[in-house]
């Protein structure tokens, strides 16, 4: 549970962030607010910023220009990185996972007691994973490894939840239970702050929906976001097939070759 917090304020504002990488320009004069309990979906084609924006967020990047406030102290931001960007093979239990997260009220060089276990069982009952603590990660299927990132970021008291493509190369059955589990969350007053691809689930899952390409296009509700005008300005020369008013999927059209979002040629 979030502690009593006067609603409206932000938790996390970004002022005029610009951020390169070398001379690549990554993000430019970016101004964002999140909101307590805000569920917000980061949207965008690949290399529109949406990961870089999370990372300078919980510090992971730095950035040339702008600003960003946290309300509080900063180990309340969970972070769960893209899936490909963790070594699954790492030989460590469930339970062991959850409790290296707590690195910061264990300190480093003590064993963690059992008060902290206990947190760490309590984390993993919340995505419900609680009777997994003692398997290794590397065992866990995609939608269970991301569950236990989330207990970390739990178990280490976040309450603002920062997820890099969660649902990337995870199958139907596992997106939507993970998506459940997150709108729990969320109702419980943890805030979300979502990057994907998939604009349904952004459209019909989510309160508000960022539209990032290297600047901010639109950002609001799904209603105020997705329109045709807003679209094309996100995916430029590319086609975005519509079902009824609903943008069902993106193909890439710039090279003379369609390829979706995935990187599946279509022709
Ligand atoms: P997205 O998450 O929307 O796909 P990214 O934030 O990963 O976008 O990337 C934004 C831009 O920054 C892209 O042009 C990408 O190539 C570049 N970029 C991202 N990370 C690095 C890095 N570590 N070094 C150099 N360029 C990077």
Redesign the pocket.
Known sequence: MIAAEPLRIPVIAVRNLT?S??A????EDISLDVIPGDRIA?I????????????AVVGL?SFQQGAITVAGDRRRLGYVPQHENVDWNFPVSVLDAVIMGMWQEVGWFRRPGRSQAAKALEALDRVGLSEFGKRQVGELSGGQRRRVFIARALAQQADILLL??PFSGVDIAAESDLMVILRRLNSEGITLLL?THDLELAREQFDKVLA?R?KVIAFGSPKTVFTRDHLAELYGKRVIAYEGDMPAEVFIDEHGCCEDHEGHQHP
């Open positions: 951020i990488y070398g690549n320009s990554a993000l980061i965008g084609p690949n290399g529109a910023g949406k990961s870089t924006l999370l990372k990047v890099d493509e990057s990032l290297r």
